[in-house]
């Protein structure tokens, strides 16, 4: 595929609506990391596209409220890539939750028996696990969203395996740690612990060299694969020189995709709780791996953005700029352990604030402390207790707050879409992770005009860069407007304005006489003496030349 670097604003279309939005601009934009756009969604809750892979391993047992695999798999995904879904909320790169091999058995972790539909508990880090698919599902999914310009981050686990069950046994002693329980009260009290009860933890700061787990090399032979994995282990270990840690199987397998696949990334999980040496490596064989991968397929490649990382550091805000402070040591993530950027748990808590003061701080951070990083802004998640808006009252409030703040979003799936974030009969995390409520979005006309402004917002800055990674500047307080700059790139956007008839100040950022277009409203307006006037129904403005 030839390089992409046109994002093309087509058909902004509601199933299920008979109107029809178009913007009519076709800009250049260069992608940036910085400023990118990430839908992050668990291929078990989104769309089932095949029903045939829903039952695998005898997983029978009647699970707690949705605690149970659901059926949504990788093919969903891409057939939903394939509609434009994805485009139309300018989407620019896909997260999901890892789809390697889960335990095969449930466990009850004291809120219902439980299967590993989340795909956190890895069983064997190699394979797929047939609930989402094949390996052949997830090349034909990272292949369709590349052609449509869209990158693909994998979700990856190295800090525990998953929890023992019958059928299911505990990993060596020499790969991992069934106790003490993790207290956060120190560095080594939340890295060399265990997260929780029958959770076994990764000994990532281990040196020692280890042999094959006897579970995972009977697996392989049964499945009659042993010998290619035996050969290309001895081909990567003589190729890095690295001595047979449990981390360095992992980053071997975890990077296997990267290398065979052109994944673009990597959201890590629990990153915090492992020690920083796991990452280093991850990221240093990754990056071989990406160039490795372009190497061999020049014809797929979309640029040459590097290879991305971004990483779960529970507790880190946009505040805490480069340092996390666990009492007695003091990590840089960004310099020394490979991130391009941290998830920030800060931005949920702000939301409410006003516009401005949410704004400038971030603009002051990135440019400055954490300048050539980003951070990962989201508003609600698969584990966050305590998401903004868990009621969904404030979703055009969300849209504006998440999208339009500085540095990278992340839009959970159903954001959008007013997804419920609370199930009857569902305890704990179990509500975040509803079903993706498509019947009301084909069916329900609030959520179909809830789902236009996600849109609307979300493809403007998809087509400027500069909204997540330029610089901002207030130009009015009242009536609110703001102009964000990156290079060539500038927009101008007004919040919380009135309806009707409104004059825009622009100060210098379009010229007299220019003519800029609104492309909430697609409505079209001459500059003068600094302002512009802008006759619609809206109360937002989204300014550009």
């Not at 981390?247 to 065979?260: G, Q, S």
């Not at 971030?362 to 954490?370: K, R, S, T, V």
Request: with cysteine; net charge negative.
């Amino acid at each position: 595929m030839k390089r992409i670097s046109i994002l093309v604003l087509a058909l902004l279309t509601i199933v299920g609506c008979k109107e029809v939005n178009q913007l009519n601009e076709v800009r250049t934009t260069s992608f940036s990391w910085n400023s990118a756009t990430i839908y992050f969604l668990l291929p078990d809750r989104f769309y089932n596209a095949d029903h045939t892979n829903d039952l695998n391993f005898e997983r029978t047992k009647e699970a707690a409220v949705l605690r149970g695999f659901e059926g949504g798999d990788l093919k969903g995904i891409t057939k939903k890539i394939n509609e434009g879904y994805f485009t139309n909320l300018g989407i620019n790169a896909i997260w999901f939750t890892p789809v390697v091999e889960q335990i095969h058995d449930a466990t009850d972790e004291g809120t219902g028996l439980t299967y590993g539909y989340h795909g956190y508990w890895a069983k064997d880090w190699t394979s797929i696990d047939p609930n989402f698919g094949d390996f052949n599902d997830l090349q034909e999914l990272v292949e369709t969203a590349h052609q449509k310009g869209i990158r693909i981050i994998l979700d990856v686990v190295a800090n525990h395996t998953g929890p023992v069950t019958a059928i299911d046994p505990v990993w060596p002693s020499d790969w991992v740690r069934t106790e003490p329980a993790c207290d956060y009260s120190n560095y080594e009290m939340t890295t060399a612990c265990t997260l929780v009860e029958n959770l076994p933890d990764i000994l990532t700061e281990s040196n020692q060299e280890v042999a094959l787990p006897e579970a995972l090399i009977s697996k392989w032979k049964a499945e009659g694969r042993y010998e290619q994995e035996l050969k290309e282990l001895e081909s990567y270990f003589s190729k890095t020189g690295y001595k047979r840690t449990p981390n360095a199987y992992l980053v071997k397998w975890l990077t296997d995709y990267v290398r065979e696949l052109g994944i673009d990334g990597y959201r890590v999980d629990t990153a915090k709780h492992a020690s920083e040496n796991v990452w280093v490596m991850l990221r240093e064989q990754a990056d071989q791996a990406f160039a490795t991968w372009k190497e061999e397929n020049p014809s797929k490649v979309l640029d040459q953005t590097p290879f991305y990382m971004t990483g779960e550091v529970s507790g880190y805000t946009i505040s805490n700029g480069l340092s996390y402070d666990f009492g007695d040591k003091i990590v840089d993530y960004y310099n020394n352990a490979g991130f391009n950027s941290l998830i920030n748990f800060g931005l949920k808590n702000e939301a409410d604030q006003p516009y401005e003061e949410i704004f400038s701080k971030y603009n002051d951070i990135l440019h400055n402390e954490l300048k050539g990083y980003s951070v990962l802004n989201f508003l609600s998640s698969h584990d966050e207790a305590h998401p903004y808006d868990s009621t969904r009252a404030k979703s055009f409030r969300a849209a504006n707050v998440l999208l339009l703040t500085p540095g990278a979003s992340q839009v959970y799936y159903g954001d959008e879409s007013n997804r419920p974030l609370k199930v009857a009969g569902a305890i704990g995390d179990a509500n975040l992770r509803s079903l993706m409520n498509w019947e009301d979005i084909e069916n329900d006309i609030a959520i179909q005009e809830n789902l236009v402004h996600w849109q609307k917002v979300g493809k403007f800055r998809a087509n400027h860069p500069a909204i997540g990674a330029g610089h901002h500047q207030m130009l009015s307080e009242s009536p609110y407007s703001f102009s964000r700059i990156l290079n060539q790139d500038k927009v101008v956007i007004g919040l919380d304005l009135s309806i009707g008839i409104k004059s825009i100040t622009v100060g210098s950022v379009f010229a007299d006489g220019v003519l800029v277009t609104d492309a909430y409203s697609g409505n079209s307006a001459v500059v003068k003496n600094g302002t512009v006037e802008i006759d619609s129904p809206y109360s937002l403005v989204l300014l550009s030349e």
